[in-house]
């Protein structure tokens, strides 16, 4: 037996003997979901149980190395915890943007010493983080953005405002992108860490057009800023900002840029009903779910391949941009049609029958796809600069 | 395996690229066309083929070939494509080989060995009508004396006019069965249409057609399964050939847009064309990573094969098609100019997505794939 496949064994054993059945069934709304932080309160004794094991394994970052707080697993056997996790249908023991943002972040750009104070808190879901970036003023022009930190010696003074920060209401600190020099556009801004809890910090969830409100408005008045919480260099922010946002369209494109990558037209024709020829009882709709379906067989290849390049180094750099965009753009389309197939039914807001308008919900969201994490006409002006490298891109 | 060309494959596609775009250069294509061509292939490039091992790349090496697979047939389809190339390598290597090396039998070992060594060129008789209906087959092959009598009439038969022997799907008692049909059979007429991407596709007429016994291809009614093979394997090859012809197009324009200057600008600063030209690099990388995937599960034997033929067909036929009109309208007037190559781009992307089922048919077959 190769090495692999031994760590396939004892992954295997181990998942049987801590991943709790309940831990196992599909997440069916948010507080499925295991964010951690301080005022976490855990929907049942099986969700704290199963990531206090991961916990201990250094599961909730396998791949990080151990000191702080991960198993330091390779990227094989990375991939083979995942696989096994997936085959029983485990579900993550801890999501957080710690994890995928900040993380990265700090184990490129952050001291030793850094790294080892942040990381472990994430690893064990001790503290929730959200992310500062966008302004009311600086959406797809992020680096315009105003919020100022002013130089007071040992520490800076915040003002400003942020907004769509995912969860800020409920996160215990904030990586921030800071202004920090009004003289350098792109090298006049800090990476800053602070506490949400700090003096000055106040937080306003926004209603989207879904009902829920997932983002917050978060506003600084005076906040202070100790000297030493920042990643990378001061003014060198940018560089952070930069390589997150490449980080986040990777990990978009290597997972559900194209949301549920599964026929819709054989879904519908269920519901739906067919013909004496044992088509879906609509032509048009079939023809349009087909066409889809066609599309999105042909990205989940495209997704294949892009990983297969990305991690062997193949890949173009900006390729990233290609597949959120691509991916995005169906992931709309999918929901379009996931409406047009449900009918009233669909429409429905609030009922029973319709899972508290779970479908009318999901399809406004997926509007944000192509929005948030740079939009479609932001991710192919980088395709017409980097990639086809068009003048004056 | 991964879904890239790995070391072996890139060494075949630097060879193959630099060998057609050097001595089948759209140019090439012009020069048969202006001289009213009656083979629709030049010979000597044929030759040239042969002397590269590629006809018998797909033809197993008890026969004379080189035993290599559909990713790799896919390599010199998308330099075929790239360079609009007249060649008979889709329809004779690729497609016969594959009915062929999947029936075995006499006429595996007639024919193969005549492929590989280039002397055999091979027609696919499928088609009746101006659409593909492979299921709708009414050509007829009764028992006669110690063979059969074919009836019937076949259409859109690449180089059938000069093939050596026509693969020819006919109806039997108890189902399909492929015959290899001679060249100088009795009763076989060839009538050779120039299409507008000036191949030559034949109408042909089978009228009272005798062949023995040993002309059918694998076994009598069984030939449904052996059909299947040459249409996963012409499809798969016709979606390769189109990302090149796509990519061929978009490279062209993309270049274009860095030379051609209006309101004192490249027209490749505004944000009109680069929003477009983008969009098109996205299509164009997906369809090319669905023909790759295709290839990769028709040479692994997979069961996932046939849904993706038909995905790979139906993407890389939308996203070729999107090239090359992209690539006329970019272009501008100089687009519509026969003096242009773009055009020449757009016509044989039409005549390839018509091939073996256009984008609409196999769209059809993705939706009965999943059971609607």
Same mark, same amino acid.
């Given at each position: 037996m190769s090495e692999l496949d031994a760590f396939r064994t004892e992954v295997r054993e181990w998942l049987e003997a801590n991943?709790?059945? &309940?831990?196992?069934?599909?997440?069916?709304? &948010?507080?499925?979901v295991c964010w951690g932080g301080r005022n976490f309160k855990f929907k049942n004794d099986a969700q704290k149980a199963w990531l206090e094991a991961c916990v201990a394994k250094g599961y909730t970052v396998p791949d990080w190395p151990k000191p702080y707080g991960g198993a330091g697993l390779t990227p094989e056997q990375t991939k083979i915890l995942k696989q096994e996790m997936k085959r029983i249908k485990a579900r993550s023991p801890l999501d957080s943007f710690g994890i995928w943002m900040l993380g990265p972040a700090l184990l490129k750009f952050g001291t030793e010493e850094q790294k080892v104070h942040y990381l472990n808190p994430i690893a064990r879901g001790e503290i929730r983080w959200c992310q500062g970036y966008s302004e009311p003023g600086s959406g797809s022009d992020l680096v315009s953005l105003q919020t100022f930190g002013e130089d007071k010696g040992d520490h800076w003074v915040v003002n400003g405002s942020k907004i769509w920060t995912s969860y800020a209401d409920k996160a215990d600190w904030i990586f921030c992108l800071v202004r920090t020099d009004k003289t350098n556009k792109y090298q006049g801004i800090t990476f800053m860490l602070f506490d949400m809890?700090?003096?000055?910090v106040t937080t306003k969830p926004i209603l989207l057009i879904s009902g829920n409100s997932p983002f917050c408005e978060t506003f600084f008045d005076d906040v202070k800023v100790p000297k030493d919480q920042f990643v990378g260099e001061i003014n060198r922010g940018w560089d952070v900002a930069k390589y997150l946002l490449g980080h986040e369209r990777e990990m978009i494109s290597g997972g559900g840029a194209g949301g549920d990558m599964v026929s819709i037209g054989g879904a519908f024709a269920k519901a739906f009903g067919k013909n004496e020829a044992g088509e879906l009882d609509d032509p048009i709709l079939r023809a349009e779910m087909a066409a889809f379906d066609t599309d999105v067989f042909a990205y989940r290849a495209m997704g294949e391949r892009f990983m297969d390049m990305w991690k062997t180094g193949r890949?173009?750099?900006?390729?990233s941009n290609m597949m959120k965009y691509v991916g995005t753009e169906l992931n709309k389309r999918r929901h379009e049609l996931v409406m047009s197939g449900g009918g009233s039914d669909a429409l429905e807001w609030d009922s029973e029958e319709s899972k508290g308008g779970a479908r009318a919900r999901s399809w406004l969201r997926t509007k944000a796809n192509s929005i948030e994490g740079g939009t479609s006409e932001v991710m192919l002006n980088v395709i017409a600069k980097r990639i086809l490298d068009l003048p004056g891109a | 395996m991964p879904l890239y060309h790995n070391d072996d494959q890139t060494m075949l596609k630097d060879s193959v690229a630099p060998f057609v775009a050097e001595q089948a250069p759209v140019s090439h294509l012009r020069k048969l066309r202006d001289t009213a061509?009656?083979?629709?292939?030049?010979r000597d490039l044929w030759a040239q083929f042969t002397e590269m091992g590629?006809?018998?790349?797909?033809?197993?090496e008890a026969h004379g070939g080189l035993g290599m697979g559909h990713m790799e047939a896919g390599i010199v389809l998308e330099e075929i494509g790239r360079n609009l190339t007249p060649s008979p390598f889709l329809s004779t290597s690729v497609g016969a080989v594959a009915a062929l090396a999947k029936a075995g039998g006499t006429q595996a070992g007639r024919w193969l060995p005549a492929i590989a060594s280039g002397e055999a060129i091979i027609a696919l008789a499928i088609d009746e009508g101006a659409k593909h209906r492979p299921d709708r087959i009414a050509t007829t092959a009764t028992r006669a004396g110690n063979g059969f009598r074919l009836e019937g009439k076949k259409c859109f038969v690449l180089h059938g006019h000069v093939a050596d022997m026509s693969i020819v799907a006919a109806k039997t008692d108890g189902g399909i069965t492929l015959f290899a049909v001679p060249k100088d059979a009795k009763g076989v007429t060839a009538d050779p249409r120039r299409l507008v991407d000036s191949s030559l596709a034949s109408h042909v007429t089978l009228d009272g057609v005798e062949v023995d016994?040993?002309?059918?291809?694998?076994e009598v009614d069984a030939g449904g399964e052996i059909l299947d093979a040459l249409l996963a394997a012409t499809r798969t090859g016709a979606a390769a050939e189109m990302v090149g012809v796509g990519q061929g197009a978009m490279d062209m324009t993309v270049t274009y847009l860095k030379e051609r200057k209006q309101f004192g600008k490249l027209i490749g600063e505004f944000q009109g064309l680069q929003h477009r030209a983008a969009h098109l690099y996205g299509e164009m990388e997906v369809a090319r990573a669905t023909v790759m995937k295709a290839q990769q599960l028709l040479d692994e034997g997979s069961e996932g094969a046939k849904l993706m033929v038909s995905v790979a067909k139906a993407k890389a036929g939308r996203a070729a098609n999107l090239a090359v009109r992209e690539g006329v309208q970019m272009h501008g007037g100089i687009g519509m100019t026969d003096e242009y190559d773009i055009g020449l781009y757009m016509k044989r992307d039409r005549a390839l997505a018509e091939f073996m089922g256009d984008v609409h048919y196999h769209i059809d077959q993705v939706a009965r794939m999943n059971g609607y």
């Open positions: 991943c709790p059945p &309940e831990m196992r069934e599909p997440i069916r709304d &948010e507080d499925d809890e700090s003096p000055g890949a173009h750099p900006a390729s | 061509d009656a083979t629709g292939f030049s590629l006809p018998g790349m797909l033809v197993p016994a040993d002309a059918v291809i694998g």
